[in-house]
């Protein structure tokens, strides 16, 4: 069984663009988490998708955005970039809760 | 909300036995989750806690207290590739989010 799988996994940005991330979950997973993780801040939530709805969102700004499509498969996408949004995004899939999450490889963003 | 505390970093030595803390401070509680992390990996899933007591996976157990609001991750027989960071995490109600420690750094040394 394949597991989550995310794309690109490292990318270099200017300030000012934008970006899109995308995640395709374990095959039969309808739930789909965005963190981001930082040395400073450590793992924090970004939003949840189940059966193409945010479910969740947290406490980030409105540069930052996302959404499931009807195979489950996510993308986020991050505007407007600053040089504080560089970091690891992960994405965690599971089948409802998120008791037992599984995650991705992640994507390192670094904005130059 | 949800806060969580862990030791920011934990040194043992190949083969002994190490236990890393987690409390927690939550608005409701419905169980508690541990990662394993390794430098440039991604979180996988060790252990989830939703009741009191003992979870054993192998060499690897996990404690729940929910009267003391605290768990503990206990690692037997430490091994070199144990070397990683540990996450403590709790659900919110709706299961669609976790809050996370800031992780424990683990060194096994030889």
């Known amino acids: 069984k394949a597991g989550v799988t995310q794309t690109p996994r490292y990318l270099i940005k200017t300030r000012g663009q934008q970006v899109t991330l995308s995640c395709s979950p374990i095959?039969?997973?309808?739930?789909v988490s965005w963190y981001q993780q930082t040395p400073g801040q450590g793992l924090q939530f970004l939003f949840e998708?189940?059966?193409?709805?945010?479910?969740n969102k947290g406490n980030f700004p409105g540069r930052f955005s996302g959404r499931q499509f009807s195979n489950s498969r996510s993308e986020m996408n991050v505007s407007t970039l600053e040089l504080g949004d560089s970091a690891l995004y992960l994405c965690?899939?599971?089948?409802?809760?998120?008791?037992?999450?599984?995650f991705g490889q992640g994507t390192r963003l670094t904005v130059v | 909300g949800q806060s969580l505390e862990q030791p920011s970093e934990v040194t043992a030595v190949e083969g002994a036995i190490v236990q890393i803390n987690c409390t927690y401070q939550t608005s409701g509680f419905y169980g508690l989750s541990w990662y394993q992390q390794h430098d440039g990996g991604a979180p996988t899933f060790l252990s989830y806690?939703?009741?009191?007591g003992l979870e054993e996976t192998g060499r690897f157990s996990s404690f729940l207290s929910r009267s003391d609001s605290y768990g503990y991750l206990l690692l037997q027989e430490l091994q070199m590739k144990d070397s990683a960071s540990y996450f403590c995490a709790v659900p919110n109600n709706a299961g669609n989010m976790l809050t996370f420690g800031g992780g424990t750094r683990l060194m096994v040394k030889p």
């Open positions: 095959s039969g997973h309808r739930s």
């Open positions: 965690a899939s599971s089948q409802d809760r998120a008791d037992e999450a599984f």
């Open positions: 998708y189940f059966s193409e709805t945010q479910r």
């Open positions: 806690n939703g009741l009191d």
